[in-house]
């Protein structure tokens, strides 16, 4: 089970943190990924994080602004997401995969174990 906390409503220029926290399962044997679903719009990748290592990967509307990360110790993934814009409302979804080549990373099918999501509202 997956379970995100730390949306909100933030201003555009703001920053927050998503956590999301596994039980029953330990997260360094899966790839983890955020996605995000918009009023409207397909669920999209966001930033993903290999199994082994650390390997990072960003949606380019992301890139720079906002960070992936994995603390083994507390079975979490966090997302740091900084310089908000009204774009990045969605609802945000935590994914795991169990096995996961690199070529599917972003692909919302390839991850086996979602979570229920957290709201995310920027406002401008």
């Known amino acids: 089970q997956l379970e995100e906390s730390g949306g909100g409503l933030a201003q555009a220029g703001a920053s927050l943190r998503l956590s999301c926290t596994a039980s029953?399962?330990?997260?360094?044997?899966?790839?983890m990924a955020w996605f995000r679903q918009a009023p409207g719009k397909e669920r999209e990748f966001v930033a993903g994080?290999?199994?082994?290592?650390?390997?990072?990967y960003y949606a380019d509307s992301v890139k720079g602004r906002f960070t992936i990360s994995r603390d083994n110790a507390k079975n979490t993934v966090y997302l740091d997401m900084n310089s908000l814009k009204p774009e990045d409302t969605a609802i945000y979804y935590c994914?795991?995969?169990?096995?996961?080549?690199?070529?599917?990373?972003?692909?919302?099918?390839?991850?086996?174990?979602w979570g229920q999501g957290t709201q995310v509202t920027v406002s401008s």
């Open positions: 994080l290999r199994r082994m290592g650390s390997n990072t």
């Open positions: 029953g399962r330990t997260i360094n044997q899966y790839a």
């Open positions: 994914a795991a995969a169990r096995g996961l080549i690199l070529s599917s990373t972003a692909l919302a099918r390839a991850y086996d174990y």
